[in-house]
C-alpha cells in the first residue's frame, strides 16, 4: 500500500506515476533481446516513439488494473485506475470498470496511430523499428491473454484468499511446488 495512499489529482497524474510503478518498460526492453536488434537512442528520444510506448505501457498497466481489482480490493490496495476513476468522478464502481475499458480500448486505438505516424529513420532503422513496433503488440496481446487465462488475480473460496494475502512469496511458492511434481 505504499504507493495507494497517495492521494491522485487527477487521472493524468495516476497515469503517469503508475508508468513507472508497473515495471511495464523494462519488459519490453527484452524486446530488443528478443529480436537480436538495438534501438539507437534517436529513436527512443524521439517523440513519436516515446508516445507509442507510452500509450504501450498505459494499455499493458489499465489491463492490469482491470484485471486485478477484485483481488486488489480484498487485500486492501487501492492503487488502482479504476479506484482512481471511481473516487475523481464520483463514478460507481461499475461506471469507473467501464471508464477504464474505455481508456484501455482508446490506447489500442492511439498505438496503432502512434504507430502509422512514427518519424522517418531511415529505410534500415524504419524496418527494425516496425520489427519492434509489431513486438510491442504482440507484448500487449499476450499480456492481455496472460489475463485473461492466469489464476493470479482469481479470487473466490477461503483458501484463494488467503493464498492472496501477500502478492509474490506465495505466488512464487505455489509456482515452485508445481515445478517440482
Known amino acids: 500500500?505504499?504507493?495507494?495512499?497517495?492521494?491522485?489529482?487527477?487521472?493524468?497524474?495516476?497515469?503517469?506515476?503508475?508508468?513507472?510503478?508497473?515495471?511495464?518498460?523494462?519488459?519490453?526492453?527484452?524486446?530488443?533481446?528478443?529480436?537480436?536488434?538495438?534501438?539507437?537512442?534517436?529513436?527512443?528520444?524521439?517523440?513519436?516513439?516515446?508516445?507509442?510506448?507510452?500509450?504501450?505501457?498505459?494499455?499493458?498497466?489499465?489491463?492490469?488494473?482491470?484485471?486485478?481489482?477484485?483481488?486488489?480490493?480484498?487485500?486492501?490496495d487501492t492503487d488502482n485506475l479504476i479506484l482512481v476513476l471511481k473516487i475523481l468522478s464520483n463514478y460507481s464502481l461499475q461506471e469507473a470498470v467501464n471508464d477504464a475499458v474505455k481508456l484501455a480500448n482508446q490506447r489500442v486505438i492511439q498505438i496503432r496511430e502512434n504507430i502509422s505516424n512514427l518519424s522517418d529513420f531511415g529505410p534500415e532503422m524504419n524496418k527494425i523499428v516496425n520489427m519492434y513496433s509489431e513486438a510491442l503488440i504482440d507484448w500487449l496481446a499476450g499480456s492481455f491473454y496472460w489475463h485473461q487465462i492466469s489464476g493470479r488475480y482469481a479470487v473466490g473460496d477461503h483458501a484463494t484468499r488467503k493464498y492472496m494475502e501477500s502478492y509474490l512469496e506465495p505466488i512464487l511458492a505455489h509456482d515452485k511446488k508445481h515445478l517440482t511434481r
Open 1 to 76: 500500500n505504499y504507493v495507494s495512499m497517495k492521494a491522485h489529482e487527477s487521472v493524468d497524474d495516476y497515469v503517469k506515476l503508475r508508468r513507472n510503478t508497473g515495471a511495464v518498460q523494462v519488459t519490453f526492453n527484452f524486446i530488443e533481446i528478443a529480436l537480436n536488434i538495438e534501438l539507437p537512442d534517436k529513436v527512443y528520444n524521439d517523440p513519436s516513439f516515446q508516445c507509442l510506448m507510452d500509450n504501450c505501457n498505459d494499455h499493458a498497466c489499465f489491463i492490469n488494473d482491470i484485471y486485478s481489482l477484485k483481488k486488489e480490493l480484498l487485500v486492501g
